[in-house]
């Protein structure tokens, strides 16, 4: 399904090669210049919110009179493939990242053309993932509901994983560290440590939406965590990474934390903890 979703998108973008888009054994010497080649390679198992990450090789070729032609088809390429977003026909979204050009340029007798390897690396959450059925953490949830009130209301916010079919525009928060330390005779800082990942629809709206983002947790100090009980999460250190990727790694990176007297029980599930001093 990945392939072909990125074999028709491939054809549709770009006019120049009239649709021609081969696999490696299906192309020749005789083959109707310009076209491009896909190839698949493996699976690497990455985060649990990304999944799994798959190369993938498109070669553009040229008939053998310039390199400018080669230049060209290439950059069209990258432009309409790279931060793309494609949905399958089963629904599971995925994002193409262009990782650059692998090797020199090259003549490939056997076909007849000038190439050269552009390599992309697919983003994607692995099928068949079992259903989340544990309740997510409570931070991260006031976190997203101060989120949706801040960004807008065309965004849609996730906590912990991207899901299948994910959206644009959209944030991701998720649990990177957790700590908690002891602050006085039965009073403790519980400290979270807070990943998240701003995915826009073009590259200015992202880092337009990180810098918004940014500066409300700047302004912020504070966000609550539950109204009704008058419990607030205090904001510390929030930094943004305008060159991380906004699927695998996430630009902005902060710590919540507040004090309590029952750490336990603001410990997240399904986390390694780590702890500092002692109970007395």
């Given at each position: 399904?990945?392939?072909?979703t990125?074999?028709q ?6 006019p120049a090669i ?12 005789k083959?109707?210049?310009p076209?491009?080649v896909l190839?698949l390679?493996?699976?690497d ?11 993938v ?14 230049d060209q ?6 432009a309409?493939?790279h ?13 193409l990242?262009?990782q ?21 690396t ?21 976190l997203?509901s ?7 209301q ?5 906590v ?14 998720r649990l990177s ?17 807070i990943?998240?990942h701003?995915l826009?629809?073009?590259p200015?709206d992202?880092?337009?939406?990180a810098?918004?983002?940014?500066g409300?947790l700047?302004e912020?100090i ?5 109204l009704?009980?008058?419990t607030y999460?205090?904001?510390q ?13 996430g ?9 309590t007297s ?10 390694r903890?780590?702890?500092?001093g002692?109970?007395?």
């Open positions: 399904m990945v392939r072909e990125i074999r998108k491939l054809a549709t973008s770009l009239g649709g021609r888009v081969y696999e490696p054994h299906a192309a020749g010497a083959t109707v210049k076209y491009l190839r390679g493996s699976e198992d990455k985060s649990s919110w990304v999944n799994f990450q798959r190369h090789e498109i070669w553009p070729c040229v008939a053998r009179t310039t390199f400018g032609d080669l088809l290439g950059n069209d390429t990258v309409a493939m931060n793309t977003r494609l949905e399958t026909l089963d629904n599971d979204a995925f994002t990242m262009y650059g050009v692998l090797g020199d340029d090259t003549v490939v007798d056997e076909w007849d053309v000038l190439t050269r390897c552009l390599r992309f697919v983003m994607a959450l692995r099928p068949g993932q079992v259903p989340e059925t544990v309740q997510d953490d409570p931070w991260l949830t006031a997203a101060w989120t949706a009130q801040t960004i807008g065309d965004w849609t916010i996730y912990n994983r991207w899901p299948r079919g994910y959206m644009r525009p959209s944030v991701l928060w560290g957790y700590r908690s330390e002891n602050a006085g005779k039965a009073i403790y800082k519980v400290v979270r440590q990943s998240g701003v826009g629809r073009t200015n992202e880092m337009q939406a810098l918004l983002l940014l409300k700047e912020s504070k966000i609550p965590l539950n009704e009980d008058r999460m205090t904001i250190n929030p930094s943004c990474d305008f060159k991380a990727d906004a699927i695998s790694k630009q902005l990176t902060f710590n919540l934390f507040r004090y029952r750490p336990a029980a603001d410990v997240p599930l399904m986390m903890v780590g702890s500092r002692t109970i007395s």
